[in-house]
């Protein structure tokens, strides 16, 4: 059974940091490019990164850049996001999936595609 499991989120204050991770199991990670998505309250949800998809690129949402940081750790089967200088509006529940693909600047998962449940970030002004 694959299945993505999102831990790391919390209450944070503006420009302090967190650390998302996702782990799988049921497939390695390096078998299918995996992202971050969010949605905010009232919005919609949106790409914010991808790991080594089309092609081993890696892709961030521009408002993002810089920084936030993707990366994984095949021997965990885990994908991290590191969240730095977090500004209230990153504030929503990160989930993560896979496969991911970008057709320019949007991101997104195609044919049988699996999610995890989400985990909240809070940052506060």
């Known amino acids: 059974e694959v299945q993505l499991v999102e831990s790391g989120g919390g209450l944070v204050q503006a420009g302090g940091s967190l650390r998302l991770s996702c782990t799988t199991s049921?497939?390695?990670?390096?078998?299918?490019?995996i992202g971050w998505f969010r949605q905010a309250p009232g919005k919609e949800r949106e790409g914010v990164s991808c790991?080594?998809?089309?092609?081993?690129?890696?892709y961030y949402i521009d408002s993002v850049k810089g920084r936030f940081t993707i990366s994984s750790d095949s021997a965990k089967n885990t994908v991290y996001l590191q969240m730095n200088n977090l500004k209230p509006e990153d504030t929503a529940i990160y989930y993560c999936?896979?496969?991911?693909?970008?057709?320019?600047?949007?991101?997104?998962?195609?044919?049988?595609?699996?999610w995890g449940k989400g985990t909240l970030v809070t940052v506060s002004s």
């Open positions: 999936a896979a496969p991911i693909t970008v057709v320019g600047t949007m991101m997104g998962t195609y044919g049988e595609n699996y």
């Open positions: 790991f080594k998809c089309d092609g081993g690129s890696t």
């Open positions: 049921g497939f390695p990670v390096g078998d299918y490019a």
